[in-house]
């Protein structure tokens, strides 16, 4: 018997989902194999035991604010798209007064005009490479959070 | 609850729902909310954890009714999502510190068993506590597994579709599982 037939055997078996010919099967096999059979008794009682563990129930007062638990949830993340397109525009409207400000005064030096200039786009170069990545990463992930 | 809803099935409702009434997607969540609870609960180990995720489960379900097929049955398309966002917070590190500490007790601790009851299971002996702290050392994946068969109590093929993985592999996943839990359980005796 192929390893891979032992343990589907094996699986069906305890979870009494094996057919007749394949209980006679297995009965053969475990006569000659004492790991088989010590297996089957170790997982025949796991299985026992787990089907004896109860959970408790909730109280219907739980249960009751579990929707507005939902609606609370959804109401918080409409605020905070809204919350952080606002920051995003608060931002980037100060970032572009600061710059024009740095850059359109008279009294900077333009050397250190260039060297903003510079570290600033490096700063976006980072930055889009940062969130491509991310992107790529969130698009590849091994487990999706939500398969349609 | 109106009660046209409650003879609807959920493939209906769900038909309801792409066309934004609200109302028939409560009606799904009143149906669905406590099996995601409950699930999520088994998974996690933590009953914080577990109203969050669930809840979210319901959330990206309404979110993502329009690609809804409707002829997967809906129970199955909704216990993925969960399972899905369930494995990513796992991945993530993200189990609340309560549920690390109780982990990280009965690593230290000699003889903590006891003290890793969980509270909502209904009863309890030593032999029950010891197999449900060993399952909650399983990995995601070994976890998933032991509770879709154990404490679901799915069928193969069921568990195959949910995790998206061959009829094979289910018996193969499930016969590790269990060896691990045998395992630990050795272990925790000796």
């Known amino acids: 018997m192929s390893e891979e037939r032992k343990k589907e055997l094996l699986m069906k078996v305890v979870d009494k989902l094996a057919t007749e010919d394949e209980e006679k099967e297995f009965a053969e096999y475990i006569k000659s194999d004492s790991v088989l059979e010590e297996e089957y008794k170790s997982f025949r009682e796991i299985k026992e035991v787990t089907d004896t563990i109860k959970f408790k129930d909730l109280p219907d007062s739980y249960w009751e604010g579990y929707w507005n638990g939902i609606y609370n949830r959804l109401e918080r993340g409409i605020g905070w798209i809204f919350f952080s397109i606002g920051a995003i525009i608060l931002l980037a409207f100060g970032a572009y007064h600061l710059l024009m400000d740095f850059f359109l005064s008279e009294t900077v030096p333009l050397l250190l005009k260039i060297g903003v200039a510079i570290g600033s786009l490096g700063l976006i170069i980072l930055l889009v490479s940062i969130i491509r990545e991310m992107i790529f990463a969130r698009k590849h992930e091994r487990y999706k959070e939500v398969r349609y | ?190």
């Open chain 2, 1 to 190: 609850m109106d009660d046209r809803y409650k003879e609807c099935s959920d493939e209906t409702l769900m038909e309801l729902t792409k066309n934004n009434d609200t109302q028939a997607f409560k009606a799904l969540v009143e149906r669905y909310g406590r099996m995601a609870y409950s699930l999520a609960l088994k998974l996690l180990g933590d009953p914080a954890d577990a109203q969050d995720l669930s809840q979210e489960a319901i959330i990206r379900a309404y979110k993502a009714r329009k690609k809804y097929d409707p002829e997967r049955p809906f129970a199955a398309w909704f216990k993925t999502i969960l399972i899905n966002l369930i494995r990513n917070h796992v991945k993530k590190g993200k189990v609340r510190g309560n549920y690390k500490r109780r982990i990280q007790a009965e690593h230290n601790a000699v003889g903590a068993d006891l003290a890793v009851t969980p509270d909502y299971i209904l009863e309890s002996n030593r032999r029950k506590e010891s197999v449900w702290a060993a399952i909650n050392k399983l990995s995601i994946e070994h976890r998933e597994i032991i509770v879709l068969r154990h404490f679901e109590d799915l069928s193969y093929e069921d568990i195959a579709e949910l995790l998206d993985i061959p009829l094979g592999s289910v018996m193969s996943r499930l016969y590790y599982a269990r060896k691990k839990l045998k395992k630990i359980l050795g272990s925790e005796s000796e």
